[in-house]
Each structure stands twice: as C-alpha cells, then as structure tokens.
C-alpha cells in the first residue's frame, strides 16, 4: 500500500519555532538546528558549571586572604606588648619585635592591594549571580513553567540564556575600555614629564 502522506503534511506536523522577536518576516523553520538536549548540555550546563567553579575559587581565595588579615591585624598588637616587656628589653630583642610588627604591617598592606587588584569579592558575587540566573531558566524550562510553555519554549530559552552571557561579555569589554584609557592617559602623563625634562636639560 502506497504512503499517501504528501510531504507539506509531514512538516506541518513537526514542531514550529516562531522566530518572531527581531524580524518583520522571519524564514520559516520547521526544526532546530540544535535539539534543546545539545543546547543544555554543550552550552548552558557547561556556562553554567564554569561560572558556578569560578564563583567558589573566588570566594575561597577571598576568604583565605580575609582570614589571613584577621589573624596577622589581631598579631600585632600582641607583638607590640611584648615589646615592653623587662625580659624583652634586657636581652634587646624590642629589636626584632618591632621588625616583626612592621613586617607584619607590611603584609596586610599587600594583601589590601591584592584583594583590590584581584578584585576575587567582586567576582565571587558576580559570578555566583550569572550562574544562579541561568540555573532559573533551566529549571523554568525544564518544567515548561511560563515563558516556557509555548510552542516556542526553545528560542526563548536561547535567546534568555545568550543575553545573560552576552551582558557579561559586554561588562568586560567596558573594563578593558577603562584599563586602556588608564593606561593611555599614564603614557601621556609620562610623555609630558620626559619632554618637559628635556626642555629644562
């Protein structure tokens, strides 16, 4: 028995994806070119597990150097009395107390610096933000909670998904922009002081 089943009847019967959001007269489509299953697991799940590895490596590194600060801050008092101890000053060791109290000084400024160079608080948030935005939309999509209850659940979840890395995306090239501008306008200021030294040479 021959199949009477005209090929525009096959397609109609397949999953359509409206593609509506930025044209006026979008191309039809019948199927994806990437099943919603590959779009999770090759580009959401991964994003998200990077962002969500990075968030925790961040938040230790700031930890430990927070805690560090704690114990070294709460050190040197402690060594700054000893100091004036009868026993300290009569064998000369006041000498090195005061070295280790300025060394110890010393660290916490380092670490101030690194903290605010690294800027691992910052990260540790931001990134835990990212990674929890596009765990909702998982878990909205994979319930087919609204917006996800339409026919064109898919696009939405890409087009969601691929706006939240994008807006991170755009955040570090703004970052860039600044550190070029910093960077730009510390040659400029050194150009001007060398030329203003060879004039007076």
Sequence with gaps: MENTTSPNENLSSQPKFSGTAYNHNPQERNIALMSDVEYIAERLDSQMNWYDKKSSENKKKYKR???????????????????????????????????TAALAGVALVVMNSLLELDEHHKLWKEYRVTCEMMRHERYMYVTRSE??????????????????????????????????????????????SLNEERKLS
């Design 65 to 99: 150097i927070k805690r560090t600060e704690a114990v070294i801050a709460a050190f040197i008092p402690i060594v700054i009395t000893f100091g004036a101890f009868k026993i300290v000053q009569e064998n000369n060791w006041d000498v090195y107390i005061q070295v």
């Design 147 to 192: 917006p996800y209850d339409e026919a064109d659940a898919f696009p939405r979840l890409v087009e969601k998904i691929e706006a939240i890395l994008n807006s991170e995306t755009q955040r570090w090239k703004q970052i860039d922009k600044k550190s070029d501008k910093k960077s730009k306008n510390s040659n400029s200021s050194k150009e001007k």
